[in-house]
């Protein structure tokens, strides 16, 4: 079955630093990757969509300067947490879907990423 | 109001029992429903996907969806303490909508 890789796992670092996570599609393309945000005890809620080749869109209430997304082949798409704040702190998922599906039962989602902003 | 809605529990069943988990959704345009399993810490996993009214069986899952009254069912049967988790009822418009999660005990 398709496999989406998330790296890192965990991560804590300090207040005004910056903290990249990657998503790969292990054997897939995937034009379009989704990156979620989720509190403890709350819902998974979609922060952006990453589009290869083309910038990311982003929901509302998202700041795209802070939350830097790149999707730059159909494989791998990056989320960077520029200048991170305690507020921050999250477990972080992306999932993709595989383009040759039509039917939605094809997203797949990462292992998901705990950052913890100290 | 929220696009997807679920009862947060807990729910606790004893094991071998019946578990049934229930959500509700507002856009009556939604066509794809599924159930995710989230261990504590983990990602999501998807369990089952129904797109048609009616019954969908797998295993010991068997989800069931009514279009008209707009909600979405799991039930579990002959539970085991492993099926203990949150489980997320999401919903397919413009994007993928998600429940904030049921979470179940199954007692030993």
């Known amino acids: 079955g398709a496999v989406v890789s998330q790296h890192p796992s965990r991560v804590i670092c300090k207040s005004g630093t910056s903290v990249k996570i990657e998503c790969r599609s292990l054997?897939?393309?995937?034009?379009?990757m989704f990156w979620y945000r989720q509190f403890p005890k709350q819902s998974l809620m979609l922060m952006a969509t990453?589009?290869?080749?083309?910038?990311?869109?982003?929901e509302q209430g998202v700041e795209k300067d802070k939350f830097l997304i790149n999707h730059a082949s159909l494989t791998l798409s990056t989320l960077t947490v520029t200048s991170a704040h305690p507020e921050d702190s999250s477990f972080y998922i992306c999932?993709?879907?595989?383009?040759?599906?039509?039917?939605?039962?094809?997203?797949?989602f990462g292992s998901g990423t705990r950052l913890t902003v100290v | 109001q929220k696009e997807v809605e679920q009862n947060s529990g807990p729910l606790s069943v004893p094991e071998g029992a019946i578990a049934s988990l229930n959500c509700t959704y507002s856009?009556?345009?939604?066509?794809?429903f599924f159930w995710y399993r989230q261990y504590s810490g983990k990602s999501p996993e998807l369990i089952m996907f129904?797109?048609?009214?009616g019954d969908k069986e797998d295993g010991r899952f068997t989800a069931q969806l009514n279009k008209a009254s707009q909600y979405v069912s799991l039930l579990i049967r002959d539970s085991q303490p492993s099926d203990s988790a949150t489980y997320l009822c999401?919903?397919?418009?413009?994007?993928?909508?998600f429940g904030t999660g049921t979470s179940l005990t199954v007692i030993p």
């Open positions: 999401a919903v397919v418009g413009n994007q993928f909508y």
């Open positions: 054997d897939f393309q995937a034009t379009t």
């Open positions: 999932s993709a879907n595989r383009p040759d599906r039509k039917t939605n039962y094809g997203y797949t």
């Open positions: 129904i797109y048609s009214n």
């Open positions: 856009d009556r345009g939604s066509q794809s």
């Open positions: 990453s589009n290869e080749g083309s910038k990311a869109t982003y």
